[in-house]
């Protein structure tokens, strides 16, 4: 039987811990959005959940008890049992089958909009929903999980941005799972995974509702294909990164230099948003189209210089349209400067940036990268010194090889701008991929 993920996904209204809906759908496992001790909390899904539990248990605390006998964990109430960002299993004791409890983490913004809370709490969010694809896979019986929208109630995530990060997520770890391992996943018992929407006040619920709808009808061709969503853009996740920076450099040990360094390379790349948003514009959604997005823009930039050169050679040294005299050197620029922030923002943020692909797909960018920019110094040495060197080709050998022409003479500021720059840029490329290889390498067995 082919299962399709897009179909797995439901949007619906109601409080999690309702026995009769939890019969009528055949639910099995219910998720508890639960704090690190799992002792339950004084409202919110944990309490509600807590408190049904105690109901069958005709018992109150009992399912705390239960909780620590089951866990192994005794009974200090203060015991942290689950970390942020993770989930265990306990039984359901007569609400349901199972209970994964999740704990996730509050947003430290302040904007309605969530655009401002620190990428790490996203990544924490992201990971609670991910947990929990993770334990259906180890439990292959598991057939239908009821899942609230963590983080949107007292941990203080805009609901928005709340349900994208819950929808997107577990879509994607279906995603990776049914590519990486089919045969299981078609195996696994799992049909169906249910978003409760709940709130005491009827119109926000109704919001919400809609809210949550719209955000899985947004996803649900992707899904649909098997592929992974995105529930960000760039602008978004730049600012979170810069957030991330801001509050939490100074705990990783990152002080003066280097946190100014950090949050000074972030800024500037917000110059270069208008490059980012053509590649958000056309990879939508898609992941994989966002990557791919980002692979044709590399090429694009790379031949751009060409492109330039052609227009230099056959439209301005004719005298047509010559604002492009300066407009051709000046966009050549412009994307230099963007591929060389990129990288650098690569290398000097890796702690909190995580790979976007493999090790192989990482190398062919980088050369890629590499010819851009060559290409593009190659384009300025010509602009700039064609009356002397007469030849393009002593200009790409310059670009690529860095052999200064013999009969331009270095004098003035530009010309030490353009060896120190040129040198500058050979080294940066050259330092990048034996930092891929050395952190790459392995020491493989040969066949005697």
Not at 201 to 219: G, H, I, M, W
Not at 347 to 376: H, K
Not at 422 to 431: L, P, Q, R, Y
Request: aromatic letters at 12%; hydrophobic letters at 45%; glycine letters at 6%.
């Amino acid at each position: 039987m082919y299962k399709n993920i897009a179909s797995m996904l439901q949007v619906v209204e109601g409080e999690i811990q309702d026995e009769s809906k939890i019969k009528e759908r055949e639910i099995d496992t219910i998720v508890n959005a639960a704090n690190p001790t799992l002792m339950g909390s004084k409202n919110g899904v944990d309490c509600a959940i807590h408190t049904a539990v105690d109901k069958g248990l005709k018992k109150s605390g009992g399912f705390k008890k239960k909780i620590c006998r089951e866990l192994k964990t005794g009974n200090n109430r203060n015991l942290i049992r689950c970390e942020r960002g993770r989930a265990v299993v306990t039984g359901g004791y007569k609400l349901c089958r199972r209970i994964i409890h999740v704990v996730g983490i509050s947003c430290d913004g302040e904007r309605k909009s969530g655009i401002d809370c620190s990428s790490s709490r996203i990544d924490i969010l992201e990971s609670c929903y991910y947990e929990i694809v993770q334990i259906a896979k180890e439990h292959l019986d598991i057939k239908n999980i009821a899942i609230p929208i963590i983080g949107a109630g007292e941990y203080g995530f805009p609901f928005e941005t709340a349900v994208k990060i819950a929808i997107a997520s577990v879509g994607n770890a279906l995603a990776e799972w049914k590519n990486a391992d089919n045969e299981l996943f078609e195996m696994a018992g799992l049909s169906h995974i249910y978003f409760y929407i709940f709130d005491t006040d009827k119109k926000r619920c109704r919001q919400n509702l809609k809210c949550a709808s719209e955000v899985l009808d947004r996803y649900r061709q992707i899904f649909k294909n098997d592929k992974k969503a995105v529930f960000q853009n760039s602008f978004e996740a730049h600012v979170r990164y810069l957030c991330e920076i801001k509050r939490y450099d100074n705990k990783r040990g990152y002080f003066a230099a280097a946190k100014g360094c950090r949050m000074f390379l972030m800024l500037l790349r917000f110059l270069f948003m208008p490059i980012m948003f053509i590649k958000d514009w056309r990879g939508g959604d898609d992941w994989e189209r966002r990557r791919q997005s980002v692979e044709r823009l590399a090429l694009g930039k790379m031949v751009f210089p060409v492109a330039a050169w052609g227009l230099w050679l056959y439209v301005c040294d004719r005298g047509h349209l010559p604002f492009l005299k300066w407009f051709l050197p000046v966009w050549v620029i412009y994307n230099i400067s963007d591929t060389v922030t990129y990288l650098l923002t690569l290398i000097l943020m890796s702690d909190i940036q995580r790979p976007s692909a493999n090790i192989i797909r990482s190398m062919i960018m980088l050369l890629v990268n590499y010819m851009e920019v060559s290409l593009g110094m190659a384009f300025l040495y010509f602009v700039r010194y064609k009356d002397v060197i007469g030849q393009a080709r002593k200009a790409v050998r310059f670009g690529i090889l860095g052999e200064w022409v013999k009969d331009v003479e270095i004098s003035g500021l530009v010309d030490y701008v353009f060896v120190y720059a040129d040198a500058a840029v050979k080294f940066f490329f050259i330092s990048i991929v034996f930092g891929y290889f050395s952190s790459h390498m392995k020491q493989r067995r040969f066949r005697s």
